[in-house]
């Protein structure tokens, strides 16, 4: 995501809070919200996917998703 993408999320949530936003502002605020959010978590999982845990015994294990029960 570029500065001027987020730029412009600040300043649509500046207005929002002021003034108030149109049909058209709300729209392009979320789509580059659903942009951001994508983004991130993209960056997160990579982060999380060269994660590894150290034990005291000095073994590393990987960090791996949690099984969903």
Do not use: C, P, W
Not at 15 to 22: E, S, Y
Request: without cysteine.
């Amino acid at each position: 995501m570029t500065k001027e993408k987020v730029a412009r999320i600040n300043e649509l949530a500046r207005k929002k809070k002021t003034v108030g936003l149109t049909a058209a502002e709300l729209e392009e605020q979320a789509a580059l919200r659903a942009e951001y959010l994508k983004d991130f978590r993209e960056g997160l999982r990579q982060q999380l996917d060269n994660t590894y845990i150290q034990y005291e015994d000095g073994h590393r294990e990987k960090l791996s998703l949690k099984k969903e029960q």
